[in-house]
């Protein structure tokens, strides 16, 4: 007869779970499935995430009678590391309404649960039977209850804990800073690695460095992060993943030879470390050396594809960020939203609606899911086309809506000119609970400057102190916009004064505006007391000069237009040549202004003289007219 020593044995041979039924199958039917140690061997077999069933170990305890601290330690910790985390929290609570008494093994993966659910009263509810416990002196349970605080942005709870500790170890140090930086207090995170270096009685470790190289980056820190890489070479041994976080610190802080020089003395190079090399190059516009570089990575996942594509789309470069979406099809990479988010960004710069279709359609063969993210990309991308009422089918279509997706939508009806029903749905979003951020205000004061709103304008321009929202200088250039469109140049002249004093990097755009303005209202002694002002600042802007050569050339001023075209001839004030593109059967066509490069430019030019006789009446527009164009 099958027996209990047996019965082990055999789950220690055990090879898959159909086996491991077989044999639990002959453990019902013997009567062994009270044996604790039995049980326990089940338990360990079903938790083992390479072929195990969380599943069929809750129904294995289920039929138990008495289960063991040391089954639910398993099980608790297993759910939590699956990402169940409600089970958790529940396996808990199960055993303690069994009589059994959680250890220091129990408490760190019920308190890691308890921190990502952000269930904050169930975390108190845990610290204060810890406490009576008498648990909490346990090292390894109090560093778990500051991780829990951290996870639950507690800083000011998880700080006090850490005070009061008597005896810290490098793991409570590594578990404040790691917090920190979590929490986005990068500043805190480097005055807590200061502080233990000042104690000097431990030493940092890898998990320290890592987390504080985090910090600096964040913090542009490139100082500190060059003490750390000196630190690390003379007191440890540098792993992969500490070269990995020195070359991103060294990258993101701009000192691409530094992160080169890492990069090439790696011994062992994984994708993590070719994805911030880079990306490192992207951010400082050397895009060709970040291609050569992403052609010679050997192993390419779906988050450096996506980089690169990204790069493409980020330096208007999107007929090679859609040629190499094509190359990962070809390599049977699966594209996530994040990858067609960056697309539909390349359309929505270059206003390629056909292209931005074809990625639409893309996404639903695909079932990428059109939540908040992809559907603020769609509706970003439509509007910018033109498309208006699809971006509003897609916005009323998301079934969850974020801030983004509301001022995409309100930016949207503003560029288009709907004025009204952008101020309606920023109206609406305020209603419904939605705080609206600083991107939502550029949109509604947009909307305000296009539909000539000035009081509305002026009215949503305080509401932003409400909202402890400080103006930028794109939303005084917003209302200095919709005072100057609305005759108020006087006011709008003086709002400037206030705002820019002598800062020339605030004041140069804003009397831009005001002078777009006096060009419109044709108002020619302040559009050249704003021209001076702004030569006065040695702008290198061709714009300023422009203007107010239009200015002149509206009142047949053109002694003034030579004299101003003179001088920027003299301050070699080059004007940027005007650039326009158009979308045709899927291709993009770029045109500069004196530019005769293009191959159909003959075609072009004649069709041209054509529309412009139909235009003006000396032709009659015939079918056969645009034949073959």
């Known amino acids: 007869m099958l027996g209990a020593k047996s019965c082990i044995a055999l789950l220690k041979a055990c090879k898959s779970m159909d086996q491991l039924k077989q044999i639990y199958a002959q453990v019902f039917r013997v009567g062994l499935e009270q044996s604790k140690n039995v049980l326990d061997k089940l338990i360990v077999f079903c938790i083992d995430p390479s072929f195990g069933d969380l599943q069929y170990a809750e129904r294995i305890i289920d039929f138990a009678d008495s289960r063991t601290l040391l089954v639910y330690n398993l099980l608790i910790k297993a759910f939590a590391k699956e990402g169940s985390l409600k089970k958790s929290v529940f396996l808990f609570h199960r055993l303690r309404e069994e009589g059994l008494w959680p250890d220091n093994f129990t408490y760190p993966f019920v308190f890691k649960a308890v921190g990502r659910l952000e269930a904050v009263w169930e975390g108190l509810g845990l610290h204060g039977h810890v406490m009576k416990t008498g648990m909490s002196l346990d090292p390894y349970v109090h560093n778990s209850l500051l991780d829990m605080y951290g996870l639950l942005g507690r800083v000011d709870c998880m700080r006090m804990m850490f005070d009061e500790m008597p005896e810290k170890d490098v793991i409570s140090w590594n578990v404040m800073i790691s917090c920190y930086v979590r929490c986005g207090m990068c500043e805190n995170a480097v005055h807590m690695f200061h502080k233990m270096l000042s104690e000097g009685r431990l030493c940092p470790d890898e998990a320290t460095v890592v987390s504080t190289l985090s910090a600096c980056t964040s913090l542009k820190m490139l100082e500190l992060g060059v003490e750390i890489h000196h630190y690390i070479n003379e007191n440890l041994n540098p792993t992969l993943i500490m070269r990995n976080a020195l070359l991103d610190m060294y990258a993101k802080c701009g000192d691409l030879s530094a992160a080169r020089r890492i990069f090439d003395e790696m011994p062992v190079k994984n994708v993590i470390c070719w994805t911030s090399m880079i990306t490192g190059y992207i951010n400082l516009s050397k895009i060709d050396e970040a291609r050569e570089l992403f052609d010679q990575s050997p192993s390419k996942d779906l988050v450096l594809w996506t980089a690169m594509i990204n790069g493409y789309v980020q330096f208007n470069r999107f007929d090679d960020a859609l040629s190499l979406f094509n190359c990962m099809q070809i390599e049977r990479i699966r594209p996530d939203k994040f990858t067609v988010v960056a697309l539909l960004t390349g359309c929505s710069q270059v206003g390629a609606l056909d292209q931005g279709k074809w990625i639409h359609g893309y996404i639903e063969d695909n079932m990428i899911k059109i939540d908040a993210i992809v559907g603020t990309a769609l509706i970003d991308m439509y509007a910018k086309c033109g498309c208006i009422e699809v971006a509003l089918d897609i916005f009323h279509s998301l079934q969850q809506k974020d801030t983004a997706s509301w001022t995409s939508i309100i930016c949207g009806l503003a560029i288009n000119?709907?004025?009204?029903?952008?101020?309606?749905?920023?109206n609406e979003m305020r209603r419904v609970g939605f705080k609206p951020d600083d991107i939502s205000f550029i949109g509604v004061l947009s909307a305000c400057s296009h539909g000539g709103l000035v009081d509305e304008g002026r009215q949503y321009f305080r509401l932003m102190e409400s909202y402890r929202i400080d103006p930028k200088l794109?939303?005084?250039g917003c209302l200095v916009d919709i005072l100057g469109r609305g005759g108020l140049?006087?006011?709008?002249?003086?709002?400037?004064?206030?705002?820019?004093?002598?800062?020339?990097?605030?004041a140069v755009p804003l009397y831009g505006a005001l002078l777009s303005a006096c060009?419109?209202?044709?108002?020619?002694?302040?559009?050249?007391r704003m021209a001076r002002c702004l030569m006065e600042m040695e702008t290198g802007d061709s714009s300023v000069h422009t203007l107010l050569a239009n200015i002149y050339a509206s009142y047949d001023r053109w002694g003034d237009v030579m004299r101003v075209r003179r001088k920027m001839k003299d301050l070699r004030v080059r004007k940027v040549p005007g650039c326009s593109l158009i979308e045709v059967d899927g291709i993009i066509h770029e045109f500069l202004v004196g530019d005769p490069s293009h191959p159909k430019m003959d075609d072009i030019c004649s069709l041209l003289y054509k529309l412009v006789d139909i235009l003006t009446g000396s032709q009659v527009l015939d079918d056969t007219c645009l034949l073959g164009y």
């Open 417 to 426: 000119g709907r004025s009204e029903e952008a101020i309606e749905l920023f």
């Open 519 to 528: 060009r419109v209202h044709r108002n020619v002694s302040m559009g050249e």
């Open 474 to 476: 794109e939303h005084y």
């Open 489 to 506: 140049l006087d006011e709008a002249e003086e709002l400037i004064k206030i705002v820019a004093g002598g800062n020339a990097h605030v």
